[in-house]
Each structure stands twice: as C-alpha cells, then as structure tokens.
C-alpha cells in the first residue's frame, strides 16, 4: 500500500500542563507515520515560563522523529534549538526567521486565503505556507480574514513544489475533501484535544487512508 500523501500536523492546545505530556505521547503513538509535526502553541506566557513546558513535549516529539515547531516567536525556537518556527503575517520574515535558526530550520507562513502572500513566502525561503482557516475555529482568529476555498490547495500543489498546510477547524468528518484536493498537510487541534486523543487521531488516519 502506498504512502499517504497527506499528513497530520498536530497543533498544542492552549493549556499543555498537567497530563498534556502524557496525552502527546498517546496522540502520536497513535499517529506514527501520518502524525509528522507538532506546533507548541502558547500565547501570552513569559518565554522562561513557555520554554519551561515545552522541553518535555520537545523531548516527546524528538524520541519520535516529529518536528516540533514553535509558533510564532523565532526567540523561543532558537532558544529551544527547536525543529523550526511558524510565522504569521505580524511574526517576521521567513528570511530573517532562517538566518537566525540556520539552514535546516523548517520555517513555515500563514497565507491565509491569498495566493500573493502565499508566492511571496515561498520566494521568502518558506518551507511551507499555511491556507485557513477553511472552518470555524477556536483556535484561528476569525476577524474579517477570507476563508479560502478547495481551489487554492488544487491550485498551489499544481503550480509549486513547496508544501501547503491546511488549517483551521478540521475534523475527521469534513477533512475528506481537504486530503482530496491535495492538502499536504492538515493542521488540527481542537477535534484532537477536546475528546480522545488516540480516537480523534485514529479517525483521521481512517479518512486520509481511504481518500489518498
């Protein structure tokens, strides 16, 4: 059987102390193989404070080859010699993001539904850019950004070999035709940590397995 073209691309809940370390681990054990990235996603916390709960999660994702990315603070990253660095619009340019984490930083862009901002990171050096949300999300603010269609993923992974993730409100149930479009990746949050980890991921392999 051939490999699934599309991947998870786990993103933390807010909280990720107490028992968050433990659920990780269910989550991505469960995941192996599909489960390829993780974002540390903590807003408005001291970075001594934010570094102090990521090294485990780090540790976690290391013992299993996932890419433990931070979100939007190229500071934390490096201070964590994390595996790369997510940035949104207001977060820096992937340029300055790669000369500070070096050549191997994987450096990924918010595009939201534009395929100007989306052509400018990959000529900015991104590894990935981002399309989303594509639903209602707790985690992605709604303001009066465009939700994108099905069409710009069709359009992207046609026109550029740079991966495109996306993100925004996804569940097992309306993923499908994200995987057929060609979403590389499918970032998720909510519809993993508001239930059962090891459910919710196992769902997700389920549709992306029967849709590749």
Sequence with gaps: MSEPSTQIYLISPQDVAGDFPARLERALDAGKGMVTAFQFRVKGMDQHDAARLAEPLQAICADRDVAFIVNDSVALAKRLKADGV????????????REELGREAQVGVTCHASKHLAMEAGEAGADYVAFGAFFESS????????????????????????????????????????????????????????GDEVEAVNAFKRIIEDRS
């Design 86 to 97: 997510h940035l949104g619009q207001g977060d820096g340019n992937p340029r300055d993001a």
């Design 139 to 194: 985690t992605k603010d709604k303001g009066d950004v465009e939700r994108p269609t099905l069409d710009i993923i069709a359009w992207w992974t046609q026109l550029f070999e740079i991966p495109c993730v996306a993100i925004g409100g996804i569940t097992p149930s309306n993923c499908g035709p994200l995987v057929q479009a060609g979403a590389d990746f499918l970032a998720v949050s909510g519809a993993v940590w508001n």
